[in-house]
């Protein structure tokens, strides 16, 4: 059986709120009852069917043919399966995630992957900002899982990351990595200014950076963890690897906090501080 599908029949005219269209929430339902579920965000009721044409599948895996910047809460929860978007979504796509794999085929919006605990995110296009990071409110961001993102991010990406690994194969916004506490966050391209700022642990890996007066330079990369973290990651993105097994410099902070996180630069492509 293929899987169960739900095909845009046209632009939504509010935001939605999709966090119900999940695997683990859609198993034991009828299709009726599928219908009938709510992605209201407004006092204008909406119901699953009134968006979408529904075709029967299996609940494991989940295609959303046709996105938008409206959709809302993509993924949010999910803890087993797939869920496939052939589109852009909005914001908080995989809020709170534990399992599964998500995959957008287009951008997604602000807080992408807050409060994610585990599973995978793959987003084709750029993200907004926010990616990873802790909603209103909350202390910690991301603490666990795998996040690739093929585009750009916008500001603040990986703020108070706590675990998991994060991929971005295009460029961030200002402050990538701002208050880490743990975990890994590659860039393969320009990280923006004030890369680690307030980092407290973890790992920045850049193709191109400008680091604070407050990172220390302290030698060359380690071989053997660049050569295990290139392998973590190979399979998800060909092109962190690949600089993994660039020549990098290694650098140490933000000593303005507790200063026991680390910063890897591809040598030659080590920016002023501006």
Known sequence: MSALQFSLRETPPQRLDLSALIPERLADLEMAEILRLS???????????DVFTVHPGRADEVVIEGGSARFDEVGAGMTRGTLTVEGEVGARAGRGMQGGRLLVRGDAGVFAASGMRGGEIEIGGSVGAFLAAPGPGERLGMAGGLVVVRGNAGPRAGDRLRRGVIVIE???????ASRMLAGTLIVCGRAGARAGYLMRRGTLVAAQAAPLPTFVPIGSADQVFRTLLARAVAAVSPAAAELLGKNLTRFGGDVATLGKGEMFIRIGQIAATG
Do not use: M
């Open 39 to 49: 992605v209201t965000t407004t006092r204008q009721p909406l119901c699953v069917g």
């Open 170 to 176: 295009g460029d961030t916004g200002d402050e990538p």
